[in-house]
């Protein structure tokens, strides 16, 4: 691994009850084949949907690449923007997941905050990508659901002190191909790395006056 590079981990999910084939994972496959410049190493996960597997796989992630930022993409059925979600939830997973299991707690940590925002600005991100001409709507929302995306979302900012990202995509050809959703990706990540590299430079500055 060339420590030069920054490690950026990306994952979509495997299909699940209507989504035979997942947006998700159709848009972060489009994003690997685009990569995210060559001062990135970019790793891509399918993530199970299952609560038990994301519970192992997403510490798994963070301690294999210790990386700058990781991003979790998911779909959504009523979606037709390209969302970021701005915060992750502890509570209220009730519905079953692919093994037919729901956490007993119906909780994601225990003990942990009712909700963690992350670090990133997601309305700035939305603004600066909007701004740019991608030709993909991309809005900003409060709540990813609480079925795995919300879980594995909560898991990654717990762990990550913040520093982790989630973006909800439409089903494919609703209305955007997998290659507008991969194009959007880039551009989204991309302004991420961007905010977190100006965020680490005015945190330098501060420590050197």
């Given at each position: 691994m060339d420590n030069s590079k920054r490690n950026v981990v990306v994952t979509g999910f495997e299909p699940f009850g209507a989504h035979t084939i997942n947006a998700s994972w159709v848009a972060v496959q489009e994003l690997k084949k685009l990569g995210l410049g060559k001062d990135v190493d970019l790793h891509v996960y399918e993530?199970?949907?299952?609560?038990?597997?994301?519970?192992?796989?997403?510490?798994?992630?963070?301690?294999?690449?210790?990386?700058?930022l990781v991003v979790h993409v998911g779909v959504s059925g009523m979606a037709t923007t390209v969302t970021l979600e701005k915060c992750g939830r502890n509570h209220?997973?009730?519905?079953?997941d692919n093994s037919r299991f729901c956490p007993h707690s119906q909780c994601c940590i225990e003990g942990g905050p009712d909700c963690i925002d992350s670090v990133i600005d997601m309305e700035s991100v939305c603004k600066r990508v909007t701004a740019s001409g991608l030709g993909v709507a991309v809005s900003v929302s409060k709540d990813?659901?609480?079925?795995?995306?919300?879980?594995?979302?909560?898991?990654s900012l717990y762990l990550s002190h913040g520093r982790s990202a989630f973006v909800h995509v439409p089903p494919i050809a609703k209305p955007y191909s997998g290659e507008d959703l991969g194009r959007a990706l880039q551009a989204i990540i991309?302004?991420?790395?961007?905010?977190?590299?100006?965020?680490?430079?005015?945190?330098h500055c501060q420590h050197v006056h």
């Open positions: 993530v199970p949907v299952e609560y038990q597997a994301v519970q192992s796989l997403v510490p798994s992630l963070w301690k294999q690449y210790h990386p700058q209220g997973y009730k519905g079953l990813a659901g609480r079925y795995l995306c919300d879980f594995t979302y909560y898991t991309q302004e991420m790395l961007d905010m977190l590299d100006r965020a680490g430079e005015k945190i």
